[in-house]
């Protein structure tokens, strides 16, 4: 259901443009495009933001069209946005095929030669994007001229792009001063840390400059804590290697320095939160570099501020250290908490790499054993124990099989499996040779009966309510380096998206639950009455600003088993069918979502954003941009990645603060309800429920 | 092989450590172990004759503690027949079986007709704490089957199942898959055969 949203883009109108004639707003959504394209990802965001306004965008209708002829001057580059093409070589044919988001022809811009190749259109209606050789080349000479390369040992190790920003005299508004700034694109992970504590640390806030909160954001992909720690150590102690000049020089500079490592990691703690609170190994590097300033105080008193702000991190760290563990509850398809306290029952706390999880595994014969292991136990260990337990014989599988009978092998490294099921979907062993034997469970249908009864007298309003309280604890307990572990791959760092998992499956469980509850109301006035209930849950939903709950229920309604339904939306009343068609506008993906986007930019937090769309965003970003080159860390990357983990923030950078609507009676029915939603997950299972509501027209 | 309706569910429940797991252990797998391993909630599946035909008795292996009474009840609620087993050398674990005892009641409302056996395991074990009259007395107050067992030196085990089977009137059922048997059944015998193993 997901894949709807995850479809490329279509190309944007923004394109058809004249370069000359695009505006601010049509650039920046070509950029946007731009980061997608995966043969661009070499480049940098600074070329990107060139390219943006010269290129042009090409479209042949038919298949044959010979676009250049090898041995022809190279004028030209090209990118191909949908369709393919063949490679032909003089007596040799067909040498290959491109296909949407490679490119070609720049190799003759480059090198000034004649075409190596022609180049044939495979299919009707091909798009392209092309560059001309002027343009191209000019970009290349502007974008070097901006750029700052530091080497070491004859190698680059730190690029900066030097950025213009118009800074006004506060005395004279007329009078505009152009300073620059230079932000980092590339380095080698030591360079960059050194820079980070050479300049930023004592600079004047500037809300443009991210470098710092980015480093500390993104600092997992490309040096994790247990090669940042031992740095910013041996940074701690690098008076041994520090420049002998006066006296008291040296020993500002020797303070200096070390004052700058703690404040690093102070600012780390602020940035970071509960990911570095659960490190060990920063905790264990926090002992450490305490006792260091301890032992540094009497000589170089000046520490003394330092070293209470780093005892209270030190502190803050511990207690949520001791604050204990939690046991949760895989059942059906919530994750609870086993051991939950009547009086903090509706408070959830995030759920920790280190916490206990409880779920069943199913054998072929459906028998099955509860395990009790860590979230982050791997999948060999849950193997290993679990072959033990049963005796059940080598090269072992472990898989979820959906309520479809989809079944989906897990890596081997790969940690909190519990979480990242389906809705109905089961965790089920099996030796490799028998993987096709397995079938889901009886219970993996889910309900036969609706709960319409307990829907119908509900309010709206209490529903969405609840949904949202719901939502909003689900949020707040995801990290954002959830999403970095969750588009990168969480098994490469051992690091659990367990938070965000729980949250992304509500998404699809509410869809479900909708699509759920029509499917089995087979009584047509009251399936009528369903619908008009759930439009207006969703209408509550927006106007809490529950992006998440809104789009999942417009989403359900508009999925095939619900939407073919014509007599039961013929007799939809006509202004919640135009309701209805407005919120469809919403979910338009064309230009990039671009209406959706539009509409976030215009409210304020607290927003409970539309996280599929978040996840896409890290996707592409991810695939469309390489971690490093050369050897260096493309900065530029962690930047954009960055950039998304600070939607996240901004979102919930306000509380919720809702007045609850008018008090009803059966308010903990109600919560409990929205919190366990019981649904079916399997299309082709809705499908044939709703051919028998609304046989099909023969 | 799926669960099918005709499945007959067996439940164990008892105080942790009395030996449950090494009670059905030694009789689905024949084996027995030393070490004590914590159970959750286990199921294990085994071929028996019912009405002159092969079923599957089901039999769910539980927790001792009382962390998880959502689990519990439902295990109640889905069982056919009850094994109430406690260690002759705790007399607290024969404790704790009451309030089991008075939930499977609670459960299912009248008890009469439903298969309950009490059983004092660890027989073999010299430190006694409840004598075997005390053990009987409590089931004749119960009013059900009683028997004690040792998984360790599998005296009593399988009789234990055997008999429980037995206490069951709307349906004959026997371990012994002493029917005759058509070639089919025989062939399906050897499929579950092969998914128990597996
Ligand atoms: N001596 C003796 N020890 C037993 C017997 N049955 C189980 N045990 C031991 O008691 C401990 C707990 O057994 P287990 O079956 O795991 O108990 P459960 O918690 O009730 O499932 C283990 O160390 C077993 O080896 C028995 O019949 N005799
Ligand atoms: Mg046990």
């Known amino acids: 259901m997901m894949r709807l949203i995850l479809r490329k883009p279509t190309p944007i109108r923004a394109w058809g443009f004249d370069p000359q004639e695009r505006s601010v707003d049509d650039l920046e959504i070509i950029y946007e495009e731009l980061l997608h394209i995966k043969a661009l990802a070499h480049l940098s965001g600074m070329v990107k933001r060139q390219l943006t306004s010269v290129l042009v965008f090409e479209c042949h209708e038919k298949a044959g069209t010979v676009l250049f002829h090898q041995g022809d001057e190279g004028r030209s580059w090209f990118i191909i946005l949908r369709g393919s093409v063949n490679v032909v070589k003089y007596g040799k044919g067909v040498v290959c095929t491109l296909h949407d988001g490679d490119d070609f022809g720049k190799l003759a811009l480059v090198n000034d030669a004649p075409r190596a190749a022609s180049i044939v259109l495979r299919e009707d209606n091909c798009q392209f994007l092309r560059v001309d050789k002027y343009d191209f080349n000019r970009i290349l000479r502007d974008v070097e001229a901006n750029t700052v390369r530091l080497k070491e040992h004859g190698q680059d190790s730190l690029v900066l792009e ?22 980092v694109m590339a380095g080698v992970p030591e360079k960059m840390l050194e820079h980070l504590l050479e300049t930023r640390i004592d600079s004047k806030y500037d809300p443009t400059d991210t470098f710092l909160e980015d480093f500390l954001l993104t600092h997992i992909v490309f040096m994790p804590s247990e090669k940042l720690c031992p740095a910013l150590l041996q940074h701690y102690h690098s008076e041994r290697t520090s420049s002998r000049g006066p006296e008291q020089e ?18 780390w703690h602020v940035v970071a939160g509960y990911a570095f609170k659960q490190d060990t190994t920063i905790m264990q590097f926090l002992e450490t570099l305490f006792s260091a300033v301890c032992d540094d105080c009497p000589a170089y008193p000046s520490l003394q501020d330092p070293l209470a702000s780093l005892e209270q ?14 046991t949760w509850q895989v059942q059906t398809q919530v994750l609870s908490e086993s051991r939950t306290h009547q009086e903090d029952e509706l408070r959830r706390t995030p759920i920790k790499a280190k916490d206990e999880t409880i779920f069943k595994v199913y054998c072929a014969d459906h028998t099955y054993t ?22 059940l014989g080598n090269d072992l599988v472990l898989c979820e099989v959906k309520s479809s009978g989809e079944r989906l092998s897990f890596h081997q490294k790969d940690v909190c499996i519990a979480t990242s099921l389906s809705c109905n979907g089961r965790i089920f062993i099996t030796l490799r040779d028998h993987l096709d034997a397995l079938t889901p469970l009886p219970e993996q249908e889910g309900p036969s009966e609706g709960s319409v009864s307990f829907l119908e007298p509900t309010s709206s309003r209490e529903l969405a309510y609840q949904m949202t309280m719901y939502d909003w604890q689900l949020f707040l307990c995801t990290h954002e380096c959830e999403f970095i572990y969750h588009t990168f791959g969480r098994h490469k760092y051992r690091r659990i998206t367990a938070n965000l998992d729980v949250f992304l499956r509500r998404f699809n469980e509410v869809q ?34 529950n992006m998440n709950s809104f789009y999942a229920i417009i989403m359900g309604l508009s999925h095939m088993s619900v939407s073919r339904l014509a007599q039961t939306w013929d007799k939809l009343p006509n202004k919640l069918k135009r309701v209805f068609s407005d919120f469809e ?58 950039s998304i983990m600070r939607v996240v923030k901004y979102c919930r950078s306000e509380n919720f603060k809702l007045d609850s609507p008018p008090a009803v009676k059966n308010v903990k029915e109600i919560v409990s309800y929205v919190r366990n939603l019981q649904v079916i997950d399997n299309t082709k299972r809705l499908m044939q429920l709703s051919y028998t509501l609304e046989p099909p027209k023969t | 092989m799926p669960e099918q309706s005709n499945d007959y569910r067996v439940v164990v429940f008892g105080a942790g450590g009395v030996g449950k797991s090494s009670l059905v252990l030694r009789f689905v797998r024949g084996t027995f172990r030393e070490c004590y391993i914590p159970t959750i909630e286990d199921t294990y599946r085994q071929v028996i004759s019912c009405n002159k035909n092969v079923c599957t008795l089901q039999i769910t292996d539980t927790t001792g503690s009382h962390q998880f009474p959502a689990m519990q009840r439902l295990s109640i609620s889905k069982g056919h027949a009850f094994i109430l087993v406690y260690s002759i050398t705790s007399r607290q674990s024969l404790e704790e079986l009451k309030p089991i005892y008075d939930i499977i009641r609670e459960i299912k409302g009248d008890v009469d007709g439903i298969p309950i056996m009490l059983v004092g395991n660890k027989c073999d074990d010299p430190n006694r704490e409840v004598s075997i009259q005390e053990g009987m007395e409590q089931s004749k107050f119960w009013s059900c089957a009683f028997l004690e067992t040792s998984a360790k030196t599998n005296y009593n085990v399988k009789e234990l199942f055997q008999d429980l089977l037995q206490l069951e009137k709307r349906r004959t059922m026997s371990l012994h898959l002493e029917t005759k048997k058509t070639k089919s059944q025989k062939r399906r015998e050897k499929l579950k055969g092969k998914c128990t193993v597996m």
Request: with cysteine; aromatic share 6%; net charge positive.
């Open chain 1, 512 to 545: 479900s639950w909708i699509v759920t509850e029509l499917c089995l109301t087979s009584h047509i006035s009251k399936r009528v009455h369903l619908l008009k209930k759930f439009i207006k849950i969703a209408a509550h939903c927006k106007e809490y600003q």
């Open chain 1, 250 to 267: 040296t020993i500002d500079h020797i303070v200096n320095n070390k004052r700058r490592v703690v404040q690093l990691v102070c600012l």
């Open chain 1, 370 to 391: 509860t395990l009790r292991v860590h979230m982050d136990t791997s999948v060999t260990n849950i193997i290993q124990t679990v072959s033990e337990k049963m005796c």
């Open chain 1, 162 to 183: 030097k950025i213009p920003t118009s800074t006004q005299h506060s005395n004279n508004n007329k009078h505009h001063h152009v300073s620059y700034r230079y932000s």
């Open chain 1, 585 to 642: 506008a919403l979910m338009d993906p064309s230009r990039n979502h671009r209406v959706y986007r539009l509409a976030l930019s215009k409210m304020r937090p607290p927003i409970i954003p539309f996280m599929p769309l978040l996840i896409k965003d890290m996707l592409f970003t991810h695939e469309g941009n390489k971690t490093y080159f050369e050897g260096l860390v493309n900065f530029e990357k962690m930047h954009l990645v960055a």
């Open chain 1, 313 to 326: 991190v030190l502190k803050a760290v511990k207690s949520t250290k001791d604050s204990g563990s939690h």
